[in-house]
Nanobody, 114 residues
Framework: QVQLVESGGGLVQAGGSLRLSCAAS????????MGWYRQAPGKQRELVAS???????DYADPVKGRFAISRDNNKNTVFLQMNQLRPEDTAVYYC????????WGQGTQVTVSS
């Protein structure tokens, strides 16, 4: 059974930083792609950043240059370093991990105050 456990959300002032972590388990062959999505109130869930097992990354335009995604393949853990946070980054952030199926974490709240 695949499980994703997220940590690291919280409240921060604009301009501050947070680091999210997500530990995935239950897939003997690991996960092809891991990433982070976010959903703000009244909006659709959107991709923030993703990273393949080979280290290829993809970022949404609004976070390019401010966020950095990384992963530890040995531990099936993905990280999201978020710098220069803005109030518009406020959302619930969800970890995602893909095999031939897409799995989701429970979400962690990130709130950026102005």
């Amino acid at each position: 059974q695949v499980q994703l456990v997220e940590s690291g959300g919280g409240l921060v002032q604009a301009g501050g930083s947070l680091r999210l972590s997500c530990a995935a388990s239950g897939s003997p062959l690991g996960f092809r792609t891991m990433g982070w999505y976010r959903q703000a109130p009244g909006k659709q869930r959107e991709l923030v950043a993703s990273i393949t097992s080979g280290g290829i990354t993809d970022y949404a335009d609004p976070v390019k240059g401010r966020f950095a995604i990384s992963r530890d393949n040995n531990k099936n853990t993905v990280f999201l370093q978020m710098n220069q946070l803005r109030p518009e980054d406020t959302a619930v952030y969800y970890c995602n991990a893909k095999t031939h199926i897409s799995y989701w974490g429970q979400g962690t709240q990130v709130t950026v105050s102005s």
